[in-house]
């Protein structure tokens, strides 16, 4: 059974930073493609950050330069760590991987950036 779980987040000021981790299990980490997505109230899910299996990776424009995703396929561990943080920010932010056919979601911890 795949299981994503998120942690990290909370209440920051602009101009901060926050890690946030990501745990996986059930999967075969090393091989599969990870990624941060966020959802702000009232707005659509987006793609914040993706690193494939090889370690190669991209940035929504909105954070490119600001955030950093990398994993450490030994613990099984995917991070973001935001700096820079703005107000726009805010948002809960998901971990996401697909295996197969399947697309699988952690529960998300939120970011709140106060201004």
């Known amino acids: 059974q795949v299981e994503l779980v998120e942690s990290g987040g909370g209440l920051v000021q602009a101009g901060g930073s926050l890690r946030l981790s990501c745990a996986a299990s059930?999967?075969?980490?090393?091989?599969?493609?990870m990624g941060w997505y966020r959802q702000a109230q009232g707005k659509q899910r987006e793609l914040v950050a993706g690193i494939h299996r090889g370690g190669s990776t991209n940035y929504a424009d909105s954070v490119r330069g600001r955030f950093t995703i990398s994993r450490d396929n030994a613990k099984n561990l995917m991070y973001l760590q935001m700096t820079s943080l703005k107000p726009e920010d805010t948002a809960v932010y998901y971990c996401n991987t697909v295996v197969g056919w399947s697309t699988y979601w952690g529960k998300g911890t939120l970011v709140t950036v106060s201004s």
């Open positions: 059930g999967i075969i980490f090393g091989n599969n493609a």
